[in-house]
C-alpha cells in the first residue's frame, strides 16, 4: 500500500515520528491536475463511475447516482478498464470493501477509489464527487487533523493512518494550532503536553477503530461531541497514585475519583506508584526516600488535572520541605497553596496588634501588608486577605471594574464616641462584603464564563446564571454604599448622617436583592448537583476553596452572605440609633433607614414566598398527569395540598385515594395512577420520575356553593363534602371525601377552603358557606374504607371495568349519553335543611338558592361525570 511504503522508506526515523509524511506524497495524476488548473482553459473531461461487484447491487448508491446525474456502469471485474489512465476521462470506481483483493488492486495501480458512503454523502449534500489521490471510504472524519504521539508499532501507525485516510482525516508530523484532535498512546512527550495547553482533544486510538465500524453510517461525523468524548483520554491514564496526609474520608473520595478518570491507586511506598500526592499543608517530611521515577506533587496537581481534563504538567506542583529554599521560588498556575498554620498564628498576632493601634490612631486599615486590608472587622462576615484592586486579573469584573482606592488618611480627634465605633464597624463590615462579593465573581464566575477553558465549558450557561443570579448587581450597589461611607467616616463629624446612605440606595438594594434570594435554595441545588455529576466542577470548586481570599469555605457558604447582609446592617443601625443622640439630626433619618430596610426584607419575604409558591405550582404540573396548561398562572399560588379518600363514585371509584390541591381560586382534583405494567417508564435523559397522579377535575372556587362539616360518628370519620353547580349544569353535584391525614385538622382544612372560596366570590360572611350535617342524611359512611373486604371488591371492580371497555362494541359517544339520560331524568322533590331542622330523605333537589353566582369555569366538569351513568340527582330545596 501507498500509506506503508511510505513509512518504509523513512530508513532510521523513530517511529513516534509523525505519519504527516505520507501527505507528501502526491500521485502524478494529482500533479497532472494541479498543473493544469494554471492554464487558462481546462480540458473537458468526462468522469464516468464504475460500480464494482457488491456495490452495483445497493439501490441506494445507485439512487445517489443518479441524483447528481453521474453515468454509472456495473461492473463484476475491473479488467476491462485498462485504459482508466486515459486523458480524455476520469475513471472513478466504487467499491463496497476495502479489504477485497480488487481495492489492493485498484490502489495498486493508483486509481481512483470511493466508498459507497462517500457517494450517498455528497448526494445528500448536493455536492460533486470528491477528487481525492487516496481510497476515499466516507466522510467520518473529512476536513479533520489529526496528529500522533506515542506510538511504538509501526504496523499498528501505519494501519490508523490508513483508516483516518479512508474517513476523509487530514495527517500532520508536527503539531500545531492547525491540528484538531492529537492521537496519543501516552501521556508523556512534547505533543501531549503543547495539546494540553491549547485544549486540542487527546483521542485514545479505539477513537478511529470505532469511527471506522461506524463507517456505513452517512449521518456519523466522528467529531460529534457525545461520541467523542467517550474516546478522550482520560487525566490519569498510566498513573498509578498513592495519597499522603489525608484524612480517611477524603481519601476514599479521592481513589474513588482516580478510578473514575482512568487511573489506580496504589498503598504510599509502593515501588510501582508514579505520583505520591501530599497535603502540603499537614505533610512537613516524606516517610521514605523518593525515588528518581516518582513524582511527589501536591494535591493541587491532582485537582488541576481533573478540571482541564487532562494531566498537568508535574513540575509546576512539586512537593518541597518546608525549609527547602526551592519551596520559595516555586510558583502555581492554580494559586492551590494555602498558608501553613504558622503563618495563620503570625498574621493573628499582627492583626490583634495592630487592630490595638488601630482604636487610637486611624479609622482605616494601613497600608503596609495588602494581606492585613480589611481584616480588623469586628464581627465581620469573612476575613479575606484580597483588596477588591488587588483581586482584579487578566479578565474584568463584570459591573465591579471601576472600584476606587480606599482612602486611608484622616487625623482623628483625641476621643472616639460610641457612635463613631459602630460607624467604624458598619463600614468595615461593609468593606469586607464587598470584597467577599468580589471574591465570589472574580474567583468563581468568571473563570466559569471564560472562553476557551481547557477542557470545554465546565458548567452551562444556564447553570451559571441559576448559580450566581444579580450577585454583580449586588456588588454595583455596595460598591457604591461603601464609598459613601468611606467619605464620612474620612471627614468624620458627630452630626454626619449615615442614614442618609442608607435611604438613597434602598430602591437598588429592593430591586437587586429578591432575584438573588429568592432563588438562593436553588442556586445550593444546582451546586450540590453539578458537583455530583460533574469531576471538573468539584475540581473547580476544591481548587479555589483552598484559595487565601476564599478563607477555606465553600463556594455554596460564601453566597449565603447576600442573604445575611440585610439583617446584619440593620442590627447594625439599630445600635447606631442607640448611640445617637435626641438632638442628632440623623436620629430621625436613621429610624426612616431602618424601618426602608425592614420594608426592603418584607418585600423579599413575600416575593420570595410568591415565587415559591409559583414553584409549587410547577411541581404539581409535573406530578399531575394531564394536568391542564391553565392551571399556570401569575397571580395564582398553592395554599395547601389534602390527601383523602373518595366516599362517593361520581369524581371517581368510591374508595380510591384522592389529592385535593387547594389553590387561591380553583381546586384540583386528582387521583392516585393506577400501576400498569411496564408503563410510565421515565424517557432516556429524563430526570423526573413520572407522573404518581392523574388529573381529574380542575375546579374553579367559585362553583363550590357550600362545604358541608360531616358529624363524627361511630360509621363515619374526618368526612366533609362539597356542594358544587358548574354552570353547565342543571343539578347540584356532592362530592363527599374522608381525610386520611393527621394534619391539616378537619375543621382548619374547611376555614381555610371557605376562606378562600368568600374571597373568590367577594363574599364576606365566609363562615355561612360551611353546614353541619349528619352522615346519614346524604348517604356518606367511612367505616368499610379501610377493610381488606373493601379493598378486594374495588380491585375486583376496576378489573371488571378494564374488561368490559375491552369488549364493549358499543360506540355510542359517552357525551351523548349522558345528555339523553339527563334530558329524560325526573328531578325527586325531597330536600334537607341546616342544623335544627331534619334532613328528609337522602337526595339533593335543585334550588336557585345554591345557584348564588355564576363565572366562566376552568375546565367543564360535565366531562368528569359522563363517566358514571347515575350522577347525583341529589338537589336541594332550602338551605337556610
Given at each position: 500500500m501507498v500509506d506503508n511504503s511510505a513509512l518504509m522508506s523513512e530508513t532510521g526515523r523513530s517511529l513516534l515520528a509523525d505519519s504527516s509524511i505520507l501527505d507528501s506524497k502526491i500521485s502524478s495524476k494529482e500533479k497532472i491536475f494541479t498543473e493544469s488548473t494554471s492554464d487558462e482553459e481546462m480540458p473537458q473531461i468526462e468522469t464516468r463511475v464504475v460500480v464494482v461487484q457488491e456495490a452495483a447491487k445497493c439501490e441506494e448508491l445507485l439512487n445517489a447516482l443518479e441524483e447528481i446525474k453521474v453515468p454509472y456502469i456495473k461492473a463484476e471485474s475491473v479488467e476491462q478498464f485498462g485504459d482508466a489512465e486515459s486523458p480524455e476521462f476520469e475513471t472513478v470506481f466504487v467499491i463496497a470493501d476495502f479489504q477485497a483483493s480488487v481495492f489492493s488492486d485498484l490502489h495498486k495501480a493508483d486509481c481512483r477509489v470511493l466508498g459507497p458512503p462517500i457517494v450517498m454523502h455528497c448526494a445528500r449534500k448536493g455536492e460533486a464527487l470528491p477528487f481525492s489521490c487516496r481510497p476515499l471510504y466516507c466522510a467520518s472524519m473529512m476536513n479533520l487533523v489529526l496528529c500522533f504521539t506515542g506510538f511504538r508499532k509501526k504496523e499498528e501507525l501505519v494501519k490508523l493512518v490508513t483508516l483516518v485516510h479512508h474517513m476523509g482525516g487530514i495527517?500532520?508530523?508536527?503539531?500545531?494550532?492547525?491540528?484538531?484532535?492529537?492521537v496519543a498512546n501516552s501521556t508523556q512527550g512534547d505533543k501531549f503536553r503543547v495539546a494540553v495547553s491549547l485544549g486540542t482533544p487527546i483521542m485514545k486510538a479505539e477513537w478511529i477503530y470505532k469511527s471506522w465500524e461506524r463507517r456505513n453510517e452517512t449521518d456519523f461525523f466522528a467529531a460529534d461531541e457525545e461520541f467523542k468524548n467517550e474516546f478522550k483520554v482520560p487525566p490519569f491514564q498510566d498513573c498509578m497514585l498513592s495519597f499522603l496526609g489525608f484524612s480517611d474520608e477524603e481519601k476514599k473520595s479521592m481513589e474513588e475519583m482516580t478510578e473514575m478518570q482512568g487511573g489506580q491507586h496504589l498503598p504510599v511506598g509502593d515501588e510501582r506508584c508514579t505520583h505520591l500526592i501530599v497535603e502540603e499543608n499537614t505533610v512537613k517530611d516524606l516517610p521514605f526516600e523518593p525515588s528518581q521515577s516518582l513524582y511527589v506533587v501536591k494535591q493541587e496537581w491532582f485537582w488541576g488535572s481533573i478540571q482541564m481534563d487532562a494531566r498537568a504538567g508535574e513540575s509546576m506542583y512539586l512537593f518541597e520541605k518546608a525549609d527547602s529554599p526551592e519551596l520559595k521560588t516555586s510558583v502555581s498556575q492554580l494559586s492551590l497553596n494555602t498558608p501553613n498554620s504558622n503563618r495563620k498564628r503570625r498574621r493573628l498576632k499582627e492583626t490583634l496588634a495592630q487592630l490595638t493601634r488601630e482604636t487610637d490612631m486611624s479609622p482605616f486599615p494601613p497600608r503596609k501588608r495588602p494581606s492585613a486590608e480589611h481584616s480588623l472587622s469586628i464581627g465581620s462576615l469573612l476575613d479575606i486577605s484580597n483588596t477588591p484592586e488587588a483581586s482584579i486579573t487578566n479578565g474584568e469584573t463584570p459591573k465591579s471594574s471601576c472600584m476606587k482606592p480606599s482612602k486611608n488618611s484622616t487625623p482623628l480627634p483625641p476621643k472616639q464616641s460610641a457612635r463613631w465605633q459602630v460607624a467604624k464597624e458598619l463600614y468595615q463590615t461593609e468593606s469586607n462584603y464587598v470584597d467577599i462579593l468580589t471574591t465570589i465573581i472574580q474567583v468563581f464566575q468568571v473563570p466559569l464564563e471564560k472562553e476557551g477553558q481547557l477542557g470545554g465549558p465546565i458548567l452551562a450557561p444556564e447553570e451559571i446564571k441559576t448559580i450566581f443570579g444579580s450577585i454583580p448587581d449586588i456588588l454595583d450597589v455596595h460598591i457604591k454604599i461603601k464609598e459613601d461611607l468611606e467619605d464620612l467616616m474620612i471627614n468624620w463629624t458627630e452630626s454626619k448622617s449615615i442614614g442618609d446612605v442608607i435611604l438613597k440606595y434602598s430602591k437598588d438594594l429592593l430591586k437587586t436583592y429578591p432575584p438573588f434570594v429568592n432563588f438562593f435554595e436553588m442556586s445550593?441545588?444546582?451546586?450540590?448537583?453539578?458537583?455530583?455529576?460533574?469531576?471538573?466542577?468539584?475540581?473547580?470548586?476544591?481548587?479555589?476553596?483552598?484559595?487565601?481570599?476564599?478563607?477555606?469555605?465553600?463556594?455554596?457558604e460564601l453566597l449565603i452572605r447576600p442573604v445575611q447582609r440585610l439583617p446584619s446592617v440593620a442590627l447594625l443601625l439599630n445600635d447606631l440609633k442607640k448611640h445617637t443622640a435626641e438632638d442628632n439630626p440623623d436620629k430621625a433619618t436613621l429610624e426612616r433607614a431602618i424601618e426602608s430596610l425592614k420594608e426592603v426584607m418584607t418585600h423579599i419575604n413575600e416575593d420570595k414566598r410568591k415565587t415559591e409558591a409559583q414553584r409549587q405550582i410547577f411541581d404539581v404540573v409535573y406530578e399531575v398527569d394531564g394536568c391542564p396548561a391553565n392551571l399556570l398562572s401569575s397571580h395564582r399560588s398553592l395554599i395547601q395540598r389534602l390527601e383523602t379518600v373518595a366516599l362517593g363514585d361520581d369524581l371517581c371509584d368510591r374508595g380510591e385515594q384522592v389529592t385535593l390541591f387547594l389553590f387561591n381560586d380553583c381546586l384540583e382534583v386528582a387521583r392516585k395512577r393506577h400501576k400498569v405494567i411496564g408503563g410510565f417508564k421515565s424517557p432516556h435523559g429524563h430526570t423526573r420520575p413520572p407522573a404518581s397522579l392523574k388529573h381529574i377535575v380542575l375546579m374553579p372556587l367559585s362553583q363550590i356553593k357550600k362545604v358541608l362539616d360531616i358529624r363524627e360518628t361511630e360509621d363515619c370519620h374526618k368526612a366533609f363534602a362539597l356542594v358544587v353547580r358548574p354552570p353547565t349544569e342543571q343539578t347540584n353535584?356532592?362530592?363527599?371525601?374522608?381525610?386520611?391525614?393527621?394534619?391539616?385538622?378537619?375543621?382548619?382544612?374547611?376555614?381555610?377552603?371557605?376562606?378562600?372560596?368568600?374571597?373568590t366570590i367577594c363574599k364576606a360572611d365566609a363562615e355561612n358557606l360551611i353546614y353541619a350535617t349528619d352522615p346519614d342524611s346524604i348517604e356518606v359512611n367511612t367505616k368499610d374504607m379501610d377493610s381488606t373486604l373493601s379493598r378486594a371488591s374495588r380491585a375486583i371492580k376496576k378489573t371488571s371495568k378494564k374488561v368490559t371497555r375491552a369488549f364493549s362494541f358499543s360506540k355510542t359517544p359517552k357525551r351523548a349519553l349522558r345528555r339523553a339520560l339527563m334530558a329524560h331524568s325526573s328531578v325527586e322533590g325531597k330536600s334537607f335543611c341546616t342544623t335544627g331542622e331534619s334532613y328528609l330523605g337522602g337526595r339533593l333537589a335543585s334550588t336557585s338558592s345554591l345557584a348564588g353566582i355564576h363565572s366562566p369555569s376552568l375546565v367543564s366538569l360535565p366531562s368528569v361525570f359522563e363517566k358514571r351513568s347515575h350522577t347525583l340527582s341529589r338537589s336541594t330545596t332550602h338551605l337556610i
Open positions: 495527517i500532520r508530523r508536527d503539531f500545531s494550532s492547525k491540528v484538531t484532535h492529537l445550593k441545588e444546582t451546586i450540590t448537583k453539578c458537583e455530583k455529576q460533574k469531576p471538573r466542577f468539584h475540581a473547580f470548586l476544591k481548587i479555589n476553596q483552598a484559595k487565601p481570599e476564599c478563607g477555606r469555605q465553600s463556594l455554596a353535584l356532592l362530592f363527599s371525601f374522608q381525610i386520611t391525614t393527621e394534619e391539616p385538622l378537619k375543621e382548619d382544612w374547611l376555614k381555610m377552603l371557605c376562606r378562600h372560596v368568600a374571597n
